[in-house]
């Protein structure tokens, strides 16, 4: 059968790095109240120039390079992005523009920090029905720029960034061996809106509007619901945390995943995290700590890798897949 192997990853991040102390300067907060809550140290946050697509066009070229082809060798693009550069078009559209590729499909995903996982099954089911060979799939966001920055609860979580894969159609056997993704778990549930929403919009407000969370109750439904869609996603493949190499979880807060980890019986030696460095980046956040244990070597060849996240709405889901 056909499988959806990751041929390439890449990323960017903008130039300035704000840190939790930098962040005391400008709203009643602190480290120690930050790191304690939340693990997050540091953040990247989009100066000017640097948009959504600017972002996501770098982090397509990074990973282009890695999978040594070129925008030519690609027939879709999908951007998972809450952050987009227009109302329209499609950030993906301006992409595909920035990258010279005049062939072709490209369209946006709109599912939060969910977005990269529900973008990766798309683009899965895209190359598994045989309409495209290549697909580049982006998790890009300038959430800096939707922030309440009076807002201590929320400005101090989140982050700016973009991370990409090239994935490719690749024959193979049809077990759970195989190389690629092998499964998706997705799911949403619109009566939780009013917990992690954004209080303006085109058809609403005519405005932008800011970000707006009911933390603990974000927290409270977290664990429960991420559990719900990897156990699926294990059941459908046959397979168990046990066979489980890496667990690539949305990089929301640390002590959501030291507790989704816990109840599966992960330990946190196989789960990837990079919060500290870069924050929440939204639908950014899974392909950043992807690209990076790739990079550093964490993430080998063959390697069993779990993706997981939930965002506003709420959605949530998981993608299981061989390196």
Known sequence: MIR??????????PKQVVTNQDLEKRVDTSDEWIVQRT??????IAGEGETTASLGADAARAALANAGLTADDIDLIIVATSTPDNTF?????N????LGMHHGFAFDVQAVCSGFVFAMATADGYIRGGMVRRALVIGAETFS???????????????DGAGAVVLEATEQPGTCADRGILTASLRSDGAHKEKLYVDGGPSTTGTV????MEGREVFKHAVGMITDVIVSAFEATGTTADDLDWLVPHQANRRIIEGSAKKLGIPMEKVVVTVDLHGNTSA???PLALATAAADGRIKKGDLVMLEAMGGGFTWGAVLLRW
Do not use: E, K, M
């Open 89 to 93: 078009p499609a950030t993906a559209v």
């Open 284 to 286: 950014a956040s899974i």
């Open 209 to 212: 509007g800011h970000l707006r």
């Open 4 to 13: 959806a192997v990751v041929r390439g990853f890449g990323t960017a991040l």
């Open 145 to 159: 720029r939707i922030l309440d920055w009076s807002d201590r609860t929320t400005c101090v979580l989140f982050g």
């Open 39 to 44: 693990g997050i140290r540091q953040r990247y």
């Open 95 to 98: 992409i595909q523009n920035r």
